[in-house]
């Protein structure tokens, strides 16, 4: 059997390309995402006869900023109220696409290592 046959029929292959290709599938179906940390915070103003500088209830906010690394710089997005939801999903499905390509890092190497295997033995066998 040639070695491109012996990869094919081998249970172990066939049972990591197809968990491989259902977690590149469910990859396909994640929405726009976005990594990062969302800070929420809440914060005296400009005026100086304003309450929020009495007590800490009367604090302006919650305010919301979502603070990403880019080339190692920090950039800071204040969040919208209207966007907070939607940040937070964005968040969400970095952590989700994060998880499936360090599965899909695993398998992969699962299955070269399995290959790896496959053609050692063969060489003792002979
Ligand atoms: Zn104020």
Same mark, same amino acid.
């Given at each position: ?16 390309w197809?968990e ?15 990594n @990062? ?9 400009g ?5 929020c ?7 302006? @906010? ?21 966007l907070?939801n939607?940040?937070?999903e ?37």
């Amino acid at each position: 059997m040639s070695i491109k046959n012996k990869f094919k029929n081998d249970k172990q292959i066939i049972f990591f390309w197809s968990e491989f290709k259902r977690i590149r599938k469910e990859i396909l179906n994640v929405n726009p995402f976005r990594n @990062g940390s969302i800070l929420k915070r809440k914060q005296i103003c400009g005026n100086k006869n304003c309450r929020c500088r009495k007590d800490k209830k009367y604090l302006h @906010g919650p305010y919301y900023s979502w603070t990403t690394k880019k080339l190692k710089k920090t950039q800071t997005i204040i969040i919208p109220p209207e966007l907070i939801n939607e940040a937070n999903e964005y968040l969400e499905n970095a952590k989700i696409i994060k998880n499936k390509i360090k599965q899909l890092t695993k398998i992969s190497d699962d299955i070269f290592r399995r290959k790896v295997e496959i053609i050692r033995n063969q060489k003792i066998k002979k």
